[in-house]
């Protein structure tokens, strides 16, 4: 997949596919947030999580091995989910996506980069304290293995070690857009309203602390 749409490519009218990556920690409320995006803005919402859960309810050997890692709060190997996501992305007749949970670490970036030769046009950053974010998956209740108290912390510290440094990434390449998550889901919105209205030119100004989740 390049950054064009496969089904333009011979007509002469190649339409350019728009990306963006939406991350935050564990119960930040990404998928809340994407669900608004995606109605009010018309982008995709694919949520790499959700994509993960549905392997391994396929039974599949590479389901067994996800739920696994997904039980351990660990991450995926970057080779699995971006071919899941890749294949979503290219079974959806879309050219606005709007990727909830992704990237997580500098390997998802880079196989991201690799195998699709695309980039996100920016990335929304849901930063919030670590606990507010624990508060609200204790009382989530949508029935997720990954919702228990030790799977929380251990995703918390996957956070702080491995997703942190692809959010500084692209804090370093102009394209984080950071909203303050732990406010009301209304109060979010209005911030995120904001950046997706504002589109390219709404950059953050690099900050030596980019993340409340830091400060803990
Ligand atoms: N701003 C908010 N204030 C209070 N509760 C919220 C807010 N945003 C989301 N929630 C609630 O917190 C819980 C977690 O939200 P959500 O599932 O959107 O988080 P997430 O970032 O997608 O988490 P995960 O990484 O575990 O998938 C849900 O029960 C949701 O209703
Ligand atoms: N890029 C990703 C995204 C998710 N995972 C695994 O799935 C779990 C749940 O993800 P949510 O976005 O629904 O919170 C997560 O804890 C990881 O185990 C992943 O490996 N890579
Ligand atoms: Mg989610």
Redesign the pocket.
Do not use: A, H, Q
């Given at each position: 997949m390049d950054s064009h749409k496969e089904g333009d490519r011979g007509s002469g009218k190649q339409k350019k596919v728009k990306i963006v990556f939406v991350i935050g920690g564990?119960g930040s409320g990404?998928?809340t947030q994407c669900k608004r995006i995606a109605q009010q803005f018309g982008y995709t919402h694919l949520?790499?999580?959700?994509l993960?859960?549905q392997e391994i309810n396929s039974g599949s050997e590479t389901g067994s091995m996800?739920q696994k890692?997904?039980k351990e709060?660990?991450?995926?190997p970057s080779d699995v989910?971006v071919r899941l996501l890749q294949q979503a992305m290219q079974e959806m007749d879309s050219d606005k996506f709007l990727i909830?949970?992704?990237?997580?670490n500098e390997e998802?970036v880079q196989t991201f980069e690799n195998l699709t030769k695309m980039e996100p046009e920016f990335v929304l950053l849901l930063d919030c304290p670590q606990d507010e974010m624990e508060r609200r998956l204790l009382s989530r209740n949508e029935g997720r293995e990954?919702d228990n108290i030790e799977t929380i912390r251990k995703?918390f510290k996957?956070f702080m070690e491995s997703t942190l440094p692809a959010v500084e990434y692209y804090e370093s390449k102009g394209k984080l857009r950071k909203v303050d998550a732990g406010k009301s889901i209304d109060e979010v919105f209005e911030s995120v309203k904001a950046i997706f209205s504002q589109g390219k030119d709404n950059k953050v100004r690099p900050s030596r602390h980019c993340c409340k989740c830091l400060i803990l």
């Open positions: 564990p990404k998928g949520s790499v999580g959700e993960l859960r996800i890692i997904m709060g660990k991450l995926v989910t909830d949970g992704f990237p997580r998802n990954d995703r996957v």
